[in-house]
């Protein structure tokens, strides 16, 4: 039975090798999974709590407007869980091929800076569609700043203000209930749209506009990759689902790219 199972598996792995290998745009869209072995909750399932409080509860301006001071105490739970986390093998293997094809790209869900980190100063970086743990922005005006400060949640009076009009400061991430940045939003529909080849890891494919961007590249005629422990909603349009752990199973989609493919026969 095992042997099957990863028979299955070592199939799935080869035919997404090679649509990844034939296409020329590829967009890489990552969600929560890709960092759960780094250490980094999720947000669904056992992971999701913090406290007694849900994610999806403080993760909204609502949440913000009642009290800053919880959501900034999170937030500042969550960096200094993240600052603790390091790119792990999926993250390495995904920055590699970046640097070695131009045509492919990440795009995160992820707001832990994992990508970035990976990918150092070569090459395009990952659009980050929902922000950073490590930027903060002001309620008032347009500023906004890197930030990897401890945040000071001691009272309403320590929290972090604008540098440079003194407002409230916010987390510079998308809440649920907000829009992305546009022109994050236009980069990845523009990517989508044209890519071959959208490989999918990690992402429970229920937030939106993130889980629609894989429909894009097969409405166009590309193809959707998926890897996830679990299926998803996206699993019934994808050629290829690979079931496992985001670690073991990237680097081995992208591991012999730089070796010229066999001849055809
Ligand atoms: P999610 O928590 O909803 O889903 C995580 C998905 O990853 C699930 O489908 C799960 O089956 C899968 N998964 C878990 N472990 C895996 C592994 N080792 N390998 C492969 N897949 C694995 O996360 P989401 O879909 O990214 O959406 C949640 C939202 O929450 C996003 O908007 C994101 O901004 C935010 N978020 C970000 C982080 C982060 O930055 N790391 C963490 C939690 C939530
Ligand atoms: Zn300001």
Known sequence: MERDASRVADDAIATARDLLREASQVVVLTGAGISAESGVPTFRGADGLWKTHRAEDLATPEAFARDPRLV?????????????????????ALAAAARE????????????????????????????????????????????????????????ATLPR????GALARPGVVWFGESLDPRVLDDAVRLASAADACLVVGTSAVVYPAAGLADLTRRAGGCVIEVNVTPTPLTSIAAVAIRGAAVSVIPSLFAMDSTPAPPTR
């Open 101 to 156: 094809r131009p045509g492919l790209r990440i795009i995160t869900q992820n707001v832990d800076g994992l990508h970035a980190m990976a990918a150092g100063h070569d090459g395009a970086p990952p659009l980050e569609l929902h922000g950073s743990l490590f930027r903060t922005q002001c309620t008032r005006c347009a500023a906004s700043w890197d930030d990897r400060q401890p945040v000071d949640a001691t009272s309403g």
């Open 162 to 165: 604008c540098t440079e009009c």
């Open 72 to 92: 900034w105490e999170w937030y500042g739970w969550r960096r200094e869980v993240v600052a603790a986390c390091a790119p792990n093998a999926a993250h390495h």
